[in-house]
């Protein structure tokens, strides 16, 4: 576990992936998201987002999230819907309804954010992370999901 490979991270828990991202260079993660692997690791990523889900904290909380990455190599962001509803949490990697909150942030920050290595209020005070929607909800994000601590 000693280099950022996206072809290993589905052998990873969340703890390794966790620490495997806050022990890879900056620079490192931003070259393997700008590259043709950039769709596998987050795909991965939010593959895991309903597991980690912790619907006990949710309690009536129903939204709909929308995750904006930028950074594509095209110069584009890629754009995953989470919803969270009944005491569960979809994903889908074409939005298809109107988010409650929307999140629009950089790879490298959208990845220490999912592994617990960034603070997002810190992010969202220095700008590095956009938050458009109900503020509360975004705030809430860190309670609703069983985020690893690497």
Known sequence: ????????FSSYGPKEFAKLVKSTPDKKI???????LRGTVLDEV???MPSLFRAEKAGSTNAVLH???TGRPDGGSDTY????????CTVNSTPEREPKLALTL?????????????NPAMMFMTGKLKAKGDLGLAANIPNLFDI???
């Open 67 to 69: 995750w904006n990455i």
């Open 46 to 48: 939010f593959s895991r």
């Open 1 to 8: 576990m000693t280099d950022f490979d996206p072809a290993t």
């Open 106 to 118: 950089g790879p490298v920050e959208f990845l220490k954010i999912v592994a617990g290595a960034a």
């Open 30 to 36: 931003a070259e393997v998201m700008s590259s043709d």
């Open 148 to 150: 690893p601590k690497g």
């Open 81 to 88: 819907e989470v919803v969270i509803e009944n005491g569960t």
